[in-house]
């Protein structure tokens, strides 16, 4: 079936800096895809709906500068958290959309990726 | 805007029947799913079921939805010690591009 993968799955990364989250869509095209981000013991909130070749949409409150989403190709969109804070420590998981299937089951999540901000 | 809620804890025996509950406001859904979340791992899509039907069954999984109150339940028939996790409910609109609305997670632990 259909498979979402996010690299790294983990990372750890020093105050300060930057870090990039890749999602790709690895048997189909995905024009759409979506980034949410998870606080601990509580729900996935949507930041942002990557579109392939044009600028993303973020959700209000979600800072654009801070979270650079680029989706170069209909099959990999990446987030960037730019000079990352302790409270960017979360969970994000991204979301790509099957355009050949039919309704419904089209959507599929990556497996996360867990980002730890030191 | 959409609000999805879920209650945030139970508890249930091994082998009992575990029935978690989820509302929703917004009528307009299309589709509503359940997700499963173990400890330190991403989203495990566990059914699905579209908003013009009462019951779907898969297995240990049965999900019924009463559209008129608004209201989604999954219930998983003899819970074992590996279905403890967080269970998400979601809801999308098919005119939305399919973006998710995700309920609060209901953490789902197991007693052996």
């Known amino acids: 079936g259909a498979v979402v993968s996010q690299h790294p799955s983990r990372v750890i990364c020093k105050s300060g800096t930057s870090v990039k989250i890749e999602c790709r869509s690895l048997?189909?095209?995905?024009?759409?895809m979506f980034w949410y981000r998870q606080f601990p013991k509580q729900s996935l909130m949507l930041m942002a709906t990557?579109?392939?070749?044009?600028?993303?949409?973020?959700e209000q409150g979600v800072e654009k500068d801070k979270f650079l989403i680029n989706h170069a190709s209909l099959t990999l969109s990446t987030l960037t958290v730019t000079s990352a804070h302790p409270e960017d420590s979360s969970f994000y998981i991204c979301?790509?959309?099957?355009?050949?299937?039919?309704?419904?089951?089209?959507?599929?999540f990556g497996e996360g990726s867990w980002l730890t901000v030191v | 805007g959409e609000d999805v809620e879920q209650s945030l804890f139970l508890s249930v025996r091994e082998g009992d029947s575990s029935v978690i509950n989820c509302t929703y406001t917004?009528?307009?859904?299309?589709?509503l799913y359940w997700y499963k979340q173990e400890p330190g791992a991403g989203l495990q899509l566990l059914t699905y079921?579209?908003?013009?039907?009462d019951m779907k069954q898969d297995q240990r999984l049965t999900v019924l939805l009463n559209k008129k109150d608004k209201h989604l339940s999954l219930r998983i028939a003899d819970t074992q010690t590996g279905d403890s996790a967080i269970y998400f409910c979601?809801?999308?609109?098919?005119?939305?591009?399919?973006?998710?609305?995700f309920g609060t997670g209901t953490s789902l632990t197991v007693i052996p």
């Open positions: 079921i579209f908003s013009n039907m």
């Open positions: 979601a809801e999308s609109k098919w005119n939305t591009g399919n973006q998710f609305y």
């Open positions: 979301s790509a959309r099957d355009q050949g299937r039919g309704l419904g089951n089209t959507i599929y």
């Open positions: 990557s579109n392939e070749g044009s600028k993303a949409t973020y």
């Open positions: 048997d189909f095209q995905a024009t759409t």
């Open positions: 917004d009528s307009s859904s299309t589709y």
